[in-house]
């Protein structure tokens, strides 16, 4: 039963041409380093095979001569996968284990393998780019990953089924032709997890065959049964309504007319995105949003004009960073409120390089930052908001905390997750009719309605070639109803920019890069339709609907739109089946990376193939089967699909159009 997995006399295993082993991470105060304690320290190692696998390693210069590593690893008939649990005792020493890395794997690939990092609604990225550097990130959307070596039709998954969202993140890193990658579990730093501790959650991993699609059905079998999807918020008609997305940020005159213009061209309800609404400059003094850059009043004003007018409306803040270089933050004791790190300093990050003041991250438990969000969010419900934008929530709020004036254990836990989520829940409490939104596609599905992401604009915001998303979220979630919408997708090219911010780093002219970059535009909105987000433009104007120079790209806007809107039952909550079984020619797209913070010598240009017509395959509450497709392209294209018989297609689609096709119709 067990002849795929194999041990050396150290207790390392080999899967598959994969070593799978474990590191457990101890020290004995915060202020000193921490001690890498692997199989290959302990004194013996005994295997036992009956009907599951059962490692046990003993002794140890350091924790002692008593101290055990044991790892269960249980295989499933069905699916051929293992589930593992590590756990260890007798730890006589003064050293505290802080980190569980489990199970830490290590494989020879070529630098063409690919890993899918669980970013947004999920990254493919290559060997090359993962050499950089060793790097530790979040399981920022979902708690999984798979790597995919280069020229083979399977690839390795890697899960932590963990239904109560533990603190943990992940390491990856590929150095000389060897990636090696594990799951990190920070351990509550309390008495009783000193001498001895278990992995709260098994730990899923295996070979399987395909691509991403079947690695997120893989989790999906899991995830589907989990509260958060079984306890998901029901959708909100506002939401399910909305065709398009405007991203604006700016004042009420450059904000609302071009929602409304596009509102009026369409027919079809629009949302509204509105940015800069603040009198605080952005990625600045949060969280002192309040008043509104134009006044009170007048903020007032517009949002119930918006409300008439049918144009359903949020506005951004930012729902966990406080800026350490104000005023505000050191005369309401924002260092109690701060994630402080292992070495004591604050989580602190420089979003903004024109301001350049310092955003901190909020830990789940600070009671005073909570209390500043509620003023603010009963300040905008007051005027009549309907919709709030808590930004980085979903993104963020996974890592450990060490700070010594809050009331949970340093290091891990599940207190992130409830601090935040009690947080958001008496906002909805004190405001049950606001609609809540976050960053990233997230499984705070039963937290908030809608969360924005990036991933159609990925080459824009990264700019990287060895990265592309792919909609492996969609492959798990897209059923729920839950909201996704996003883009960064601007008609000219060109982002906006903030007045509050110094001049001399505006970019001093602009080009007609609408017109070098011809394809990016348009993809970006097309992959929000064949991935079955909504829709979103960014920055628009009304000279984009007025001046002739931009007619494609609005009338693309205005297309796109309606398409979702007319598809809706499909795009908002169908199942989403593998894309296997389509063809079509692949071209050169050339991709600006330009967002609000990229300086003029900073802006990059990659070149990429890209399929000419982008697909997705649906099948909806009754079981049919349905290909969307969309070709961003100014010429039509040609493609063959396959159908629900298995048998193959030609279908063409005209220039800069969308296409909803039947699978289960014959010819």
């Not at 979040?138 to 798979?146: L, P």
């Not at 890592?399 to 906002?427: D, F, L, M, W």
């Not at 939104?437 to 705070?444: D, G, L, Q, V």
């Not at 909806?620 to 497709?629: E, P, R, S, T």
């Amino acid at each position: 039963m067990f002849e795929d997995m194999t041990f050396s006399q150290q207790g390392i295993a080999v899967y598959h041409g994969i070593e799978v082993s474990w590191c457990l991470a101890a020290a004995a105060s915060l202020d000193e380093k921490l001690l890498l304690i692997l199989p290959e320290n302990m004194t013996s190692f005994h295997l036992e095979k009956s009907e599951n696998i059962r490692a046990v390693w003993q002794g140890h210069p350091q924790m002692g001569k008593d101290f055990q590593v044991e790892v269960i690893w249980k295989k499933d008939d069905d699916t051929q996968l293992y589930s593992g649990k590590l756990s260890w005792r007798n730890n006589s020493s003064n050293l505290a284990v802080e980190e569980i890395r489990f199970p830490a794997l290590s494989a020879t690939l070529d630098e063409d393998s690919r890993f899918l990092k669980p970013d947004n609604l999920g990254e493919l990225v290559t060997m090359r780019y993962a050499k950089i550097k060793a790097k530790r990130s979040f399981y920022a959307s979902m708690q999984w990953t798979a790597i995919f070596p280069a020229g083979k039709n399977y690839g390795f998954y890697l899960d932590c089924r963990d239904s109560q969202h533990f603190i943990k993140q992940y390491d990856y890193q590929y150095s000389d032709g060897i990636f090696t990658h594990s799951p990190v579990f920070y351990v509550p730093l309390l008495t009783e997890n000193t001498s001895e501790f278990t992995l709260p959650y098994c730990c899923t991993f295996g070979r399987f065959e395909g691509f991403w699609y079947e690695a997120a059905q893989i989790y999906r079998s899991w995830a589907l049964k989990q509260d958060w999807y079984i306890n998901c918020l029901p959708v909100r008609e506002q939401l399910y309504d909305t065709a398009m997305w405007v991203w604006n940020r700016g004042t009420p005159e450059e904000v609302i007319p071009p929602a409304e213009r596009l509102r009026k061209d369409t027919g079809v309800p629009i949302a509204l995105d509105w940015y800069w609404w603040h009198s605080n400059p952005y990625d600045t003094d949060y969280p002192d949003f309040w008043p509104p850059r134009n006044g009170e009043e007048t903020f007032k004003e517009n949002i119930r004009y918006l409300n008439e007018q049918n144009i359903f409306v949020q506005v951004y803040t930012n729902g966990m960073t406080w800026d350490i270089d104000t005023a505000s933050f050191e005369h309401n004791n924002g260092r109690d409120c701060l994630q402080i790190n292992r070495d004591n300093s604050p989580t602190a990050m420089m979003f903004n390089p024109y301001t350049r003041h310092r955003l901190a991250i909020m830990c789940g438990e600070a009671p005073g930052y909570h209390k500043k969000m509620q003023f603010l969010a009963d300040k905008l419900a007051d005027s009549g908001l309907p919709a709030l934008y808590l930004d980085m929530i979903g993104s963020y709020a996974f890592s450990p905390c060490r700070n010594k004036a809050h009331r949970h254990a340093p290091g891990g836990g599940t207190y992130q997750k409830e601090g935040y989520y009690a947080y958001v829940q008496e906002i909805r409490r004190r405001h049950p009719d606001l609609i809540l939104s976050t960053e990233y596609a997230s499984e705070m599905i039963d937290l908030f309605e809608s969360f924005i992401m990036l991933d159609s604009s990925l080459e824009r915001c990264y700019g990287s070639e060895e990265m592309e998303a792919v909609p492996a979220f969609q492959a798990v979630y897209h059923e729920s109803g839950t909201t996704i919408f996003g883009s960064y997708a601007i008609p000219d090219g060109i982002p906006p920019w903030d007045p509050r911010w110094p001049d001399k780093d505006r970019w001093q002219f602009e080009e007609d890069w609408h017109r070098q970059f011809e394809h990016q535009f348009f993809i970006e909105l097309a992959r929000c339709i064949i991935w079955g987000i909504q829709p979103c433009v960014c920055n628009l104007k009304l000279a984009h609907a007025e001046d002739p120079e931009f007619a494609d790209e609005y009338s693309f806007i205005l297309k796109t739109a309606q398409f979702y809107h007319a598809n809706r039952e499909i795009l908002a909550g169908a199942r989403l089946l593998s894309p296997e079984g389509f063809e079509c020619e692949y071209i050169p797209v050339k991709f600006m990376k330009r967002g609000i913070f990229t300086l003029r010598e900073d802006m990059n240009i990659i070149t990429r193939k890209q399929p000419a017509v982008l697909h997705s395959f649906w099948q909806d509450a009754d079981g049919k089967k349905i290909l969307i497709a969309a070709n961003y392209t100014r010429q039509e294209r040609v493609f063959k699909y396959r159908t629900s018989n298995g048998a193959y297609r030609n279908g063409h689609i005209p220039p800069l159009s969308f296409a909803r096709i039947s699978l289960d119709k014959e010819c």
